[in-house]
């Protein structure tokens, strides 16, 4: 599907260099979708430590993925 949509925005995009932006928007907005998905589908822990132990768990994700595009 990615691939399909890179496709389509190089035939429509003016230039090469546009069709990069483009493609590398869309690769850092997947990343971003694919951690949702995670922490959507990830089981919810019960107990208070272990909640507190899982939230910071998806805080620490969180701020690895923002610091990958510093």
């Known amino acids: 599907m990615t691939d399909d ?5 190089r035939k429509h995009l ?4 546009d069709c990069i932006e ?3 928007e ?3 907005l997947q990343k ?6 995670f922490i959507a589908n990830d ?3 019960l107990s208070h430590d272990k909640a507190y132990w899982q939230r910071d768990d998806w ?4 701020k690895e993925l923002m610091g990958e595009e510093e």
């Open 43 to 45: 089981y919810h822990e």
């Open 22 to 24: 483009a493609a590398d």
């Open 59 to 62: 805080k620490k994700r969180c």
């Open 26 to 28: 869309i690769e850092r």
């Open 32 to 37: 971003y979708q694919q951690l949702v998905q």
């Open 5 to 9: 949509i890179i496709d389509r925005l």
């Open 14 to 17: 003016p230039t090469f260099e």
